[in-house]
């Protein structure tokens, strides 16, 4: 019998939780602090971590029984994965599972809904009413997403759902990855088409060295008026020169359910939030995306039978 630790709020997911107690005892965590996890995880030897938990080369000293870490999300930019190499620790993530990912929309429905939010102004508007009591349609027309060009930067699979969702509105899509081959892609352009061209633009890319700090001053200079839409890592992103581009207005209005440092704790001083309670063309979500009940269930489940599945090899 094996020992496992979630620290993943999956026990109102009760076939998640029958599939971890099929093999063991299994500790249930939710959103523990690292010091929490670092007392306990010497004899662990399974762990189910969250996106919030840094799984570092010092964690993974203390972790001596350690055997297989399933993530139930696609970033593992927060775990050391060489050390994990180093220690025969077996990795997975959902980007491993490409194909079943497929089968959940949680993170590409959200960005469209990000953009209609945007466009059509329903916040701005509901607000108007439940403040000041005014019943003005007629300022706060929106726009349609109907002809609009919408850039999609990151092909993979929340981009190419993201495509097919807003082809249904019957926009004009085009996509950047230049890791993606031509003939994979229908509608792919060079990434100066994408940032001069855009009427909307949205960012699903994974954290790496090279997206890193990536969407900065020398693309957003190129934009015009864009609606921006971040839901990968907020480390994508310059944080200041967001900021400067909303001022001038290069960046409409952006949505964002991802901030840099957001798992390093209070996010109360980050300079977006503080840019967002005195502006109205920022909304921004506490990286809640991809967290719908229904995604939620498949992903936790696929990752835990993942688990179970490679936690005896």
Known sequence: MYKI??????QSFPDTCKVLESVGEVIYLDYPTYDEVLDMIGDIDGFFPNARMKVDKNLLDRAENLKVISMPAMGIDHIDTEECKRKNIKLFSMSDSKDFMRSVSSTAEYTVGMILLMMKKYILSSNSVLEMGDWKGADYRGYDIKGKRVGIIGCGVVGSQVEKI???????????????ENHRVKHLVNLNTLLTTSDIITCHVPLTDETRQMIGREWFDKMDGVYFVNASRGEVINDLDLIEAM??????????????????????????????????????TPHCAGSSNDGLKKIFKHAAKTLINNIGD
């Not at 509105?169 to 950047?176: L, Q, R």
């Open 247 to 284: 001022k001038n207005t290069k960046v409409k209005s952006a949505a964002l359910d991802v901030l840099s440092g957001e798992s390093n704790g209070s996010i109360n001083s980050h300079p977006l939030v503080e840019y967002a309670r005195e502006n109205s063309n920022l909304i921004i």
């Open 166 to 180: 807003l082809l249904g509105f019957d926009a004009d899509v085009v996509n950047y990855d230049p890791y993606i």
């Open 5 to 10: 630790l979630s620290t993943v709020p999956i």
